[in-house]
């Protein structure tokens, strides 16, 4: 069998979260105690499932706490995915748009919070397109349309990332992904930026909502995106700042999903 190697994590926000399984009719006893529940004892079952945080309740995790899951899950060996705003995505059984309007997964598989470190084919990013192809391989996603968003600064006068672009091209060809891949010259976003982002550094948050409006500028519309989770930091101290640093960088998207991956 396959072995379990990825760990998917709420995002850590300000968004109450809702437990959708009591309102599903599989895991809810009638009115009358009736209907078939397949030899399960409902109570016995929601005991072992806490119930998720109220309005009024403090929070189970504080940041250190939560970065400190994502780095000993990295260490471990697994995959990591953080999701935000999924909350916001229709239920599969309203389906995918007419025909009008089909749905796009959106990748963009380079760490935006580093520009100087731009790679298209480490594991992260090859895990990213492996999870949408996975995605788009669902039934209710199966129409839906796999954009991939390659950032490039193209007033530096150098024109590597015409060759990155086909290198790129190449590599989807060998992996047989069907997808459509969009240049997005970002020079006046990564100017913000300044220099490599070495653990401690602190990134402006003028260059943090750079990215964001960047992101809603070209993938507003997208059903789903795929973003590079970039490396917690070492240091507990730092938590809260890399927590803050996803937050601006993924705020008002809608569903999202920050990857992190080890293994492929």
């Given at each position: 069998?396959?072995?379990?190697?990825?760990?998917?994590?709420?995002?850590?926000?300000?968004?109450?979260?809702?437990?959708?399984?009591?309102?599903?009719?599989?895991?809810?006893?009638?009115?009358?105690?009736?209907?078939?529940?397949?030899?399960?004892?409902?109570?016995?079952?929601?005991?072992?499932?806490?119930?998720?945080?109220?309005?009024?309740?403090?929070?189970?995790?504080?940041?250190?706490?939560?970065?400190?899951?994502?780095?000993?899950?990295?260490?471990?060996?697994?995959?990591?995915?953080?999701?935000?705003?999924?909350?916001?995505?229709?239920?599969?059984?309203?389906?995918?748009?007419?025909?009008?309007?089909?749905?796009?997964?959106?990748?963009?598989?380079?760490?935006?919070?580093?520009?100087?470190?731009?790679?298209?084919?480490?594991?992260?990013?090859?895990?990213?397109?492996?999870?949408?192809?996975?995605?788009?391989?669902?039934?209710?996603?199966?129409?839906?349309?796999?954009?991939?968003?390659?950032?490039?600064?193209?007033?530096?006068?150098?024109?590597?990332?015409?060759a990155k672009e086909e290198q790129f091209r190449e590599?989807?060809?060998?992996?047989?992904?069907?997808?459509?891949?969009?240049?997005?010259?970002?020079?006046?976003?990564?100017?913000?930026?300044?220099?490599?982002?070495?653990?401690?550094?602190?990134?402006?948050?003028?260059?943090?909502?750079?990215?964001?409006?960047?992101?809603?500028?070209?993938?507003?519309?997208?059903?789903?995106?795929?973003?590079?989770?970039?490396?917690?930091?070492?240091?507990?101290?730092?938590?809260?700042?890399?927590?803050?640093?996803?937050?601006?960088?993924?705020?008002?998207?809608?569903?999202?999903?920050?990857?992190?991956?080890?293994?492929?």
């Amino acid at each position: 069998g396959m072995k379990p190697n990825t760990l998917v994590l709420g995002f850590y926000d300000n968004c109450y979260p809702e437990d959708y399984f009591l309102q599903d009719p599989v895991f809810c006893e009638g009115d009358r105690g009736e209907g078939d529940n397949f030899g399960v004892d409902l109570p016995s079952l929601q005991a072992h499932f806490q119930p998720v945080r109220h309005a009024e309740s403090p929070r189970a995790l504080q940041p250190e706490e939560y970065v400190s899951i994502i780095r000993d899950a990295i260490k471990m060996g697994k995959n990591v995915c953080l999701g935000r705003y999924f909350f916001q995505l229709p239920p599969e059984s309203k389906g995918i748009r007419g025909n009008d309007n089909v749905d796009t997964i959106d990748v963009w598989p380079t760490n935006l919070l580093s520009p100087g470190s731009a790679s298209y084919a480490d594991v992260s990013s090859l895990f990213m397109l492996q999870m949408a192809c996975v995605l788009n391989m669902a039934s209710r996603w199966r129409r839906a349309r796999l954009r991939i968003y390659v950032c490039v600064e193209s007033e530096s006068g150098d024109q590597g990332w015409l060759a990155k672009e086909e290198q790129f091209r190449e590599l989807l060809g060998k992996l047989r992904i069907r997808a459509a891949i969009k240049i997005v010259p970002w020079d006046n976003v990564a100017r913000m930026f300044r220099g490599p982002n070495s653990e401690g550094q602190k990134v402006s948050e003028d260059f943090l909502c750079g990215v964001n409006a960047l992101l809603k500028e070209h993938s507003s519309t997208a059903a789903v995106r795929f973003l590079y989770l970039p490396h917690p930091p070492s240091s507990s101290e730092l938590s809260q700042q890399y927590v803050t640093q996803l937050d601006m960088l993924t705020r008002d998207l809608g569903p999202t999903l920050l990857i992190h991956g080890v293994t492929p």
